[in-house]
């Protein structure tokens, strides 16, 4: 049996030159890893997939929010990572696993495992991995292909949130 390697919110807006300051990943760093990632698991014949988070284009959202706008060059995948498959599937909220043609995917090839890389750890990769525990589907986050700007008090809440639902970030 396979697992899926989900590469999560891997954007423009959060990772080139163009982004807000507030989304200070170091890119180069975070890039070259989910890279490996992604090749380690394409070779070991697991299904790569790809999420975006979509938000739409409205006047209040482009005012709120100001990033992952749909149909803006920020809200594409960024140029640097390599995509190996054309699994991309489009999310509104945290958890990716609200696109139902994301989640038939995940049930109908029956994954030993989901495996959670990407941005941000303790925001849309904890949400997802939490989505899958409430759905009763094993997963794991790759802590090497995972980044965070959340400040200490969050991060150590969302630790334990996933602790409690026993995730695992290995």
């Known amino acids: 049996m396979k697992n899926a390697l ?3 919110d891997m954007q423009n807006d959060y990772l080139y030159e163009k982004r807000k300051k507030n989304f200070s990943y170091d890119t ?21 997939i ?18 992952s706008i749909a149909g803006t060059e920020g809200a594409e995948l960024y ?3 390599d995509i190996v498959s054309e699994h991309c ?3 509104l909220v945290g958890d990716a696993l609200t696109n139902k043609k994301l989640l038939a995917m995940v049930r109908e ?10 941005l941000d750890l303790y925001g849309c990769v904890t949400s997802t991995a939490l989505g ?11 802590g090497s292909g995972t980044a965070t700007v959340f400040p200490q008090k969050k991060a150590e809440k969302g630790r334990s949130r996933l602790s409690k639902a026993g995730v695992k970030v290995v």
């Open 6 to 8: 989900i590469v999560i």
């Open 50 to 67: 790809y999420i975006r988070h979509i938000i739409q284009d409205l006047p209040t959202n482009r005012l709120l929010f100001g990033y």
């Open 109 to 118: 090839k029956g994954y030993e495992k989901l495996l959670l890389c990407g």
């Open 132 to 142: 899958a525990v409430k759905r009763g589907i094993p997963v794991e986050i790759l």
């Open 28 to 48: 180069p760093e975070l890039v070259g890893a989910v890279n490996a990632l992604i090749h380690r698991h394409k070779d070991q014949g697991d299904d790569v």
């Open 79 to 81: 140029g640097g990572l």
């Open 89 to 91: 599937f489009d999310k």
